[in-house]
């Protein structure tokens, strides 16, 4: 299981986007873009234009992680635009089923965001929808928030069901922590089974965006390597073929890996 880094935009300098999502693209796996609609978060950031707009400027995916009150509506134009993983959220979803599909169908992986106050366990038959569970670590809306300890256990319980059901299927799901994420929390989140980090803060509040990245990817995999996953893969297709190709988006930049669970010697 590949260890992947999303460094969140949120944190960038708006003024020059195009810049800042450069200056990571040798270091990261994605781009994360917070998409908030001042309604179902009381914030209010970028919306499709700007996500349009990036995906000419960067060869980075996009990971669109929505934080709106109607993803049903809109969560397939982002997908439809280009972006390379969209993730709707349980509690802003009334057509989760269909909308998850929707977002396959246009070429685009599925991802479903839960909140921290949210369980888990009512969700988890919607694992056969989604290639990626997003966990929030802070509550939604703003970036530089202190990581909340307690979905340390969410992350574990979350990744027991992940590899239940991967046991059954070929297909691998990811998941993603999404707040407080730094070079001070990032191995327990790993420790605990996460496998792509969003990190806003900790990447763009650094004097080198590229470093920061690349010392928090590795944190990351120590800490997995010590919670005992055994990771036999290279780092799958390109980052932009990945954001062109519509069957290279739905497949897992870990493709061909054998992610098993494992003591370490």
């Given at each position: 299981m590949a260890v992947q880094i999303s460094p969140s935009i949120l944190s960038a300098d708006f003024a020059r986007l195009a810049d800042e999502a450069k200056a990571v693209e040798d270091a990261a796996d994605w781009l994360h873009v917070d998409v908030m609609d001042n309604h179902f978060v009381p914030n209010l950031t970028v919306g499709l234009p700007v996500v349009e707009a990036l995906l000419k400027h960067t060869a980075l995916p996009i990971d669109c992680h929505l934080m709106i009150e109607d993803p049903d509506r809109h969560a397939p134009a982002y997908a439809e635009a280009g972006a390379g993983s969209v993730t709707i959220h349980a509690e802003a979803a009334k057509a989760p089923v269909r909308t998850l599909r929707a977002i396959r169908a246009a070429g685009a992986r599925s991802g479903l965001g839960i909140n921290p106050g949210t369980a888990i366990e009512p969700y988890e038959d919607l694992l056969d929808e989604v290639d990626m569970v997003l966990l929030m670590t802070v509550e939604p809306g703003f970036g530089g928030q202190k990581f909340l300890d307690l979905v340390l256990r969410k992350i574990?319980?979350?990744?027991?069901?992940?590899?239940?059901?991967?046991?059954?299927e070929e297909r691998e799901i990811w998941l993603q922590v999404d707040g407080g994420v730094s070079d001070e929390t990032i191995?327990?989140?790993?420790?605990?089974?996460?496998?792509?980090?969003?990190?806003?803060?900790?990447?763009?509040?650094?004097?080198?965006?590229?470093?920061?990245?690349?010392?928090?990817?590795?944190q990351a995999e120590r800490a997995t390597t010590r919670a005992g996953w055994r990771l036999s893969c290279r780092r799958g297709p390109s980052r932009a073929r990945a954001r062109r190709s519509p069957l290279a988006r739905l497949a897992a930049p870990s493709a061909g890996c054998q992610a098993r669970r494992g003591r370490t010697r």
């Open positions: 574990r319980r979350a990744r027991a069901m992940i590899t239940a059901r991967q046991g059954r191995e327990r989140c790993a420790e605990a089974g996460a496998d792509v980090f969003v990190a806003g803060s900790a990447v763009y509040g650094a004097q080198d965006p590229s470093r920061a990245a690349r010392d928090l990817r590795a």
